[in-house]
């Protein structure tokens, strides 16, 4: 047993050392894949964000992002109410989590030959990754050991439960893992660039436009395509879980005014980064907004509220308040319990607006 | 649980772990439970299925023990009713039902039978036939009755080859679960070498080729000529590397552990005629129905038109065993008619092949024979990849239609990297397979140095980590 624990041993540190000397050597060198390459949705927003000139405010976030806030309804308000001259792309991608957002934010305005005066950053709990994704490329494309260590500190310092901390770090880790060993990277980087060197696969920046796409716009294709609905439909059938949303929402914000002791105890990893993040932008004159979305659960408000509160007042909106905002929990503006159509989507952005002309009013 | 997802890597790292730590008389209930959870990361509630037919067999087969005369036919019939009824229900209700309904659509009179929706407990037909073989063994005298209960449910449920086998057979695996199996350095090594192998096969070679297999087979109008000849090409090999690669994991885990599965593929593609291929595919699956449906029927020891009668039953059976749809029956009897053909044909074929001299045995000589008999095998895959016999029909029409523009291979152009490496992973597959010979990886390595060993296997383990597709493809054969 010894002998074959001592080979073993030896065996899967030469791998180990093989997989990271591809990973850190020879494949950045093959220029394969761009740090972009996870999704095909990121691919067109990045290819859309950098080609069209001219975007000075963009919004970063998961589907809350991408099917809520309509650049159009946004920049018509901040213009009329100010002299911003706001034109704004909105980069919101489905199942965007935390880490994978930061990831991205960094290299897109890296990427950015024309760097934007706003930014907005959905603030977002670090979410487990759910076991179907496990080492899928979506999941492991983005992991550096910077995120990694970063996505662990967030975890070990999050109010979570001792079993979700330790979920967490399990799912984390066995995917960043994934990442360093490359697991299938040439299967999956030679359907990227298939993929991208197919005429018609991926749309255009001019068909990607602002970046906003309603669900209510995408449920009409998909039935004429004769997909079936369900989402919607499941939705139609018990449109009460919006209130439960709502309720969520009141509960957390008056426990907090009851308690604001308690706002101070926060996810100091998740906070330092967050504000390490406005430090960095501040330096090439971008002005990053993290803002906090409604219809969030009890656990979500939960762990970011008080995140939110440690960031600086000129740096955080809050849109998650049920008691201001009802009219974003109200079934005629939803199209699911977590996502609005696009009434909501327009209100959403409208006051999303008039909170930004408040805030850059307020500050000079 | 799949073999090539994450999960599996954990859990069988506990499960071997386990086993050699505990004490022999504590093993059985931990593989037991092993395999119950194993089974259940599927549906769990079909592991009462299982132990249905566990129970009722473990029964039957004391019975027919302490049992004589007529009493023991009647204790066998019991226990082969009830396992093939399972079967039956599970399996074919539908189709037997479906099939109802369109004859009674021809007489314009509705079908009064529901249609169900159950859903096929996965693995069915293996453990179905595992078990139905060890209670035909008892009644035939040629194994001793189970008396221990755990035992004889870890011989159904034993997880390496409980949902796809290979389907062993009483006298080869039952005994070994009361053997003591000791931790042996180069045996384990062995079966970890023989996982890498079933590994490679499955996620660098079957699941590069299942997307261009799709291409053409799931819009079968898009799939002319070369294009069709290619993808059903692609899925031979498709279907050869995911199920060897199945059986080669589950023999490897196994081994690991000390147990000794039988062999169930031997490299198909170098045979020189379509018997000798049936001999070396699935051979644990053609075996049993030689042993429980060809001979009881008389095999060839019987008027020669009776026997070629007996191959097209035999194979027909086969082809309803992998699925109740009518393309898979018309897959296994084409198979059938292809052997009683070249059983009729024999003699003819030897004289005229006399002709050719000593050319005969020739190299060339037996790479024709070998493309031969694979083009004869892919034929009737058609009819196995098709959803249905309208496709199966669609694409052979469309597959004799050529023109200039298949050569440019039009319908794998979305992915033109992965067509190319299809072809040289295909290469490197066949290339192997000629080198090892029919014998086990391990076995075939032996002949090298140690260093050659950790180059080469460094080289596979690195190959599948960075070609291998891992988004969790299920196995081809889960489904029968």
Known sequence: ?364 | MLFNSFSFFIFFIVVSASYFLLPHRYRWIMLLLASCIFYMFFVPAYILILFFTIIIDFIAANLIDNSVGKKRKNWLTLSICANVGVLAFFKYYNFLNDSLTSALGWLQTPNPIPHLDIILPIGLSFHTFQAMSYTIEVYKGAQKPEKHFGIFALYVMFYPQLVAGPIERPQNLLHQFHEKHYFNYHRVVEGLKLMCWGLFKKAVVADRLAPLVDAVYANPENGTGLAAFMATAFFAFQVYCDFSGYSDIAIGSARVMGFTLMKNFNIPFFSTNLSELWKRWHISLTSWFKDYVYVPLGGNRVPKWRWYVNLIITFSLSGLWHGANWTYIIWGSMQGIFLAIGAATQNSRNKFNSLFGNFQGSFLWNVWQQLVVFALFCSGLVFFRSQSLDNAFMLIQNGLQFSQTDFSFSVFKNNPYEFKLGIAVIIILLVMEKLMGGRYIYEWSKNFSRLFNWIFFLLLTLTILHFGVFNSNSFVYFQF
């Open chain 1, 1 to 364: 047993m010894k002998r074959f624990v001592i080979t073993a041993f030896i065996f899967l540190s030469l791998i180990l050392a093989a997989c990271l000397f591809l990973h850190y050597y020879i494949i950045p060198k093959l220029g394969f894949t761009p740090y972009y390459w996870g999704d095909k949705l990121i691919t067109e927003k990045r290819n859309a964000a950098v080609a069209s000139s001219g975007f000075n405010t963009l919004f970063f976030g998961s589907s809350m992002v991408y099917r809520q806030i309509n650049p159009a309804a946004f920049d018509s308000v901040v213009n009329k109410n100010s002299n911003l001259d706001i034109k704004s792309f909105n980069f919101g991608v489905n199942w965007l989590a935390s880490s994978e957002l930061i990831y991205l934010t960094d290299n897109i305005l890296n990427d950015i030959p024309e760097k934007p005066r706003y930014v907005f950053l959905e603030l977002q709990r670090i979410k487990m990754v759910n076991y179907k994704n496990y080492l899928t490329t979506r999941i492991i494309y983005w992991y550096t050991p910077e995120l990694y260590k970063f996505t662990v500190d967030a975890i070990l310092h999050s109010r979570m439960p001792f079993y979700s901390k330790a979920g967490q770090f399990i799912s984390h880790t066995v995917n960043f893992i994934g990442n360093q060993i490359n697991l299938g990277y040439f299967t999956e980087a030679l359907r990227f660039l298939a993929e991208t060197h197919t005429a018609g696969l991926y749309r255009t920046p001019e068909e990607v436009g602002n970046g906003f796409l309603s669900l209510e716009a995408e449920n009409k294709k998909l039935l004429e395509s004769g997909v079936n609905p369900e989402r919607l439909n499941r939705f139609l059938k018990d449109t009460a879980t919006v209130y439960a949303r709502k309720q969520a929402s009141i509960t957390a914000f008056s426990y907090f005014e009851k308690h604001p002791e308690d706002l101070s105890v926060y996810n100091t990893a998740y906070a330092a980064k967050l504000n390490s993040m406005i430090e960095k932008y501040k330096v090439n004159n971008i002005h990053l907004i993290i803002f906090l979305p409604p219809r969030l659960d009890r656990l979500q408000y939960q762990e970011l509220l008080p995140v939110l509160n440690a960031l600086p007042d000129d740096h955080r909106l809050n849109m998650a308040d049920a008691r201001l905002y009802p009219g974003f929990y109200l079934a005629s503006h939803s199209f699911d319990v977590t996502h609005m159509n696009e009434k909501g989507a327009a209100l959403y952005s409208r006051n999303l607006a008039e909170q930004f002309v408040n805030r850059m009013i307020k500050m000079n």
